[in-house]
Nanobody, 116 residues
Framework: QVQLVESGGGLVQPGGSLRLSCVAS????????MGWYRQVPGKQREFIAR???????NYADSVKGRFTISRDNAKNTVLLQMNSVKPEDTAVYYC??????????WGQGTQVTVSS
């Protein structure tokens, strides 16, 4: 089992920055890919970014050039640096992890609100 705990959400003004953190615990040696998704009420959860154990990254077009995902394997942490945020970035952000047998784990989510 893998447990994921997100932090760093909050209220930010348009054009501002925020950094989300996700710490993994449990059977962390099994983790391969970690990523971030977001969800607004009434919509499906949306892919934002992912990073493999070797550091390969992928981003959704909606955040490319503004958000950066990074990973600290020594601290079992994945970060999402959010710059130039927009009101449409408002959502609950979820961290996820996929292990070597393709089991998917989710964190509890952290709210990000972009508003002036």
């Amino acid at each position: 089992q893998v447990q994921l705990v997100e932090s760093g959400g909050g209220l930010v003004q348009p054009g501002g920055s925020l950094r989300l953190s996700c710490v993994a615990s449990g059977n962390i040696f099994r983790i391969q890919t970690m990523g971030w998704y977001r969800q607004v009420p009434g919509k499906q959860r949306e892919f934002i970014a992912r990073i493999t154990s070797s550091g390969v990254t992928n981003y959704a077009d909606s955040v490319k050039g503004r958000f950066t995902i990074s990973r600290d394997n020594a601290k079992n942490t994945v970060l999402l640096q959010m710059n130039s945020v927009k009101p449409e970035d408002t959502a609950v952000y979820y961290c996820n992890a996929i292990d070597r047998v393709s089991t998917l784990y989710w964190g509890q989510g952290t709210q990000v609100t972009v508003s002036s």
